[in-house]
């Protein structure tokens, strides 16, 4: 059974941090591209960061770079999200999305993050 976890959400202040961790089960980790998604209220599920099936290589959507590091562990199999100084514009559900081929792509269940003093 494919799984997908996230965890780490929750309410942090403008400027704070937080971790986002996703844990995945059911299929071969180490093949898939990861990302975070995420969506606000009433907009688009819009894409975060994404990440090689190796690590090799990183992309971020422009309004987070240089705030947010994503990375992944094949081992415990599981990715990361590092948020930085976040903003009230941040505030979203973030999903964790893992991709091997067009027939073959997963999605967690989501987890709030609130960014607000």
């Known amino acids: 059974q494919v799984q997908l976890v996230e965890s780490g959400g929750g309410l942090v202040q403008p400027g704070g941090s937080l971790r986002l961790s996703c844990a995945a089960s059911?299929?071969?980790?180490?093949?898939?591209?990861m990302s975070w998604y995420r969506q606000a209220p009433g907009k688009e599920r819009e894409l975060v960061a994404r990440i090689t099936s190796r690590g090799g290589t990183t992309n971020y959507a422009d309004s987070v770079k240089g705030r947010f590091t994503i990375s992944r562990d094949n081992v415990k199999e599981t990715v990361y999200l590092q948020m930085n100084s976040l903003k009230p514009e941040d505030t979203a559900v973030y999903y964790c999305n893992a991709v091997f081929t067009t027939k073959l792509e997963y999605w967690g269940q989501g987890t709030q993050v609130t960014v607000s003093s």
């Open positions: 059911g299929f071969t980790f180490s093949l898939y591209v």
